[in-house]
């Protein structure tokens, strides 16, 4: 059931952040004012358990998130995978969400083009509407979904970006931003050869990673 249109929608932004970079930060300033949204909140995943472990430590990933955003208001960063024990799944991460902000609050979850294609792989991934939104980020290049997940998404398809703040949950809607092609793996091995990175990550995150040693050969 369709509630009255709210001025607060919180978005939620999940991935490792190995490290984080502008790429993150730009689309998260086009979903912010697009959507628009009162509030992104960058959550770091501890385990994530479709793709190998990350190489900095959860801790480690956070105080770069924490860094990255300190300058930028509406960017929020969530700790609540790195609090709780075993894989990270974003299934349980938004039940949590919900029970934190009430039922009411429309709640977006934000995944990548790559992410919308394999959403099939996800634990309970048909679940994901029951407490949120899901954003899905497009660009020219996106990679074709497979007929599953095309079916699942079709009947739920929001009308327009207002539809997403007039109920709390279960639509989903495509979002054109701004294509940056950074990538975490190539700022490693850009790091581990030695290689400039300047204007791919923010200078806080930089310098977090210069004095740690992080991704050094």
Same mark, same amino acid.
């Given at each position: 059931?369709?509630?009255?249109?709210?001025?607060?929608?919180?978005?939620?932004?999940?991935?490792?952040?190995? *490290?984080?970079? %502008?790429?993150?930060? &730009?689309?998260?300033?086009?979903?912010?004012?697009?959507?628009?949204? #009162?509030?992104?909140?960058?959550? *770091? #995943?501890?385990?994530?358990?479709h &793709?190998?472990?990350?190489? $900095? =430590?959860?801790?480690?990933?956070?105080?770069?998130?924490?860094?990255?955003?300190?300058?930028?208001?509406?960017? %929020? =960063?969530?700790?609540?995978?790195?609090?709780?024990?075993?894989?990270?799944y974003?299934?349980? +991460?938004?039940? =949590?969400? &919900?029970?934190?902000?009430?039922?009411?609050? *429309?709640?977006?979850?934000?995944?990548g083009?790559? $992410?919308?294609?394999?959403?099939?792989?996800? #634990?309970?991934?048909?679940?994901?509407?029951?407490?949120?939104?899901?954003?899905?980020? +497009?660009?020219?290049?996106s990679?074709?979904?497979?007929?599953?997940?095309?079916?699942?998404? +079709?009947?739920?398809?929001?009308?327009? %970006?207002?539809?997403?703040?007039?109920? *709390?949950?279960?639509?989903?809607?495509?979002?054109?931003?701004?294509?940056? +092609?950074?990538?975490?793996?190539?700022?490693?091995?850009?790091?581990? $050869?030695g290689?400039v990175?300047?204007?791919l990550?923010?200078?806080?995150?930089?310098?977090?990673?210069?004095?740690?040693?992080?991704?050094?050969?």
């Amino acid at each position: 059931m369709a509630h009255p249109a709210s001025n607060i929608m919180i978005g939620i932004l999940g991935g490792t952040f190995d *490290p984080i970079h %502008v790429g993150h930060l &730009r689309t998260g300033l086009d979903l912010l004012e697009t959507l628009p949204l #009162s509030e992104l909140r960058f959550l *770091p #995943s501890a385990q994530p358990p479709h &793709r190998d472990a990350p190489t $900095a =430590s959860a801790e480690q990933r956070l105080a770069m998130v924490e860094l990255a955003i300190a300058d930028h208001p509406g960017f %929020v =960063s969530d700790d609540r995978e790195l609090r709780r024990a075993g894989p990270s799944y974003m299934v349980d +991460t938004l039940a =949590s969400l &919900r029970a934190e902000i009430g039922p009411d609050t *429309p709640l977006c979850l934000i995944v990548g083009a790559d $992410a919308y294609a394999g959403l099939a792989g996800w #634990s309970r991934w048909q679940s994901l509407l029951d407490d949120a939104h899901l954003v899905v980020m +497009t660009r020219p290049d996106s990679p074709p979904a497979p007929a599953e997940v095309r079916a699942w998404t +079709t009947p739920q398809r929001a009308v327009n %970006v207002a539809d997403l703040h007039t109920r *709390p949950n279960g639509r989903v809607w495509f979002q054109a931003v701004t294509a940056l +092609t950074i990538s975490a793996s190539d700022l490693r091995a850009r790091i581990a $050869a030695g290689r400039v990175t300047r204007h791919l990550l923010p200078d806080s995150v930089a310098d977090y990673i210069a004095a740690n040693h992080l991704y050094q050969r």
